[in-house]
């Protein structure tokens, strides 16, 4: 918490030291500005959407298998203490380490695999966030913004809906990406 106040403060005082710096520009002529936000982009363009939802559908796999192994060592365990009073010290052991090897592997298993979906969900956020990045250095140079901040991050808490890009981000993005299909 405090270090997201302190990361939000500081994000502000960039801001201002970076429109401080343009200031003299202004009074020359007038400094291009523009927003972008980044977050409703990537929320919103095809190539996000499709990213969630494979995101969505690999998590649910995971779930689905980590459930399966809960399901067998449980089972596992309900036998264990049913049959505790029938069965002789050497099977009860057997049954106890066959439990225990099961509920490593579910560990070894959900650590693995956390582990690859986190970074293949960097990996592709990666790409998208790149790619549009690239949509907005064009516009960039089309249009000669001289500024331009990322609404989700920036902390802006005022401008004018004319600045704001975001839109025409998502549309040259996904048209993007159909062309590359």
């Known amino acids: 918490m405090k270090n997201s106040r302190f990361f939000r403060n500081l994000t502000l005082i960039m801001m201002l030291i970076v429109v401080s710096a343009w200031l003299p520009a202004r009074a020359l002529g007038q400094v ?49 203490d049913s049959q505790s009073l029938t069965l002789n010290p050497e099977a009860r052991k057997e049954l106890q380490q066959e439990i225990d090897r099961k509920e490593a592997d579910r560990q070894k298993y959900e650590q693995e695999n956390s582990r690859n979906f986190e970074q293949f969900k960097s990996q592709l956020i990666k790409r ?38 975001t839109d025409e981000v998502i549309k040259r993005y996904d048209a993007g990406r159909t062309g590359k299909r």
């Open 32 to 80: 291009k500005v523009a927003i972008v936000n980044s977050q409703k982009a990537f929320d919103q363009s095809l190539e996000g959407k499709k990213a969630v939802a494979i995101l969505q559908e690999r998590e649910e796999l995971l779930k689905a298998e980590l459930k399966k192994m809960d399901e067998a060592i449980k089972a596992l365990k309900q036998k264990l």
């Open 128 to 165: 998208i966030r790149e790619e549009m990045l690239a949509v907005i250095d064009e516009l960039i140079r089309e249009r000669g913004f001289e500024l331009v901040f990322d609404l989700s991050t920036s902390g802006l808490i005022h401008y004018k809906p004319e600045l704001d890009i």
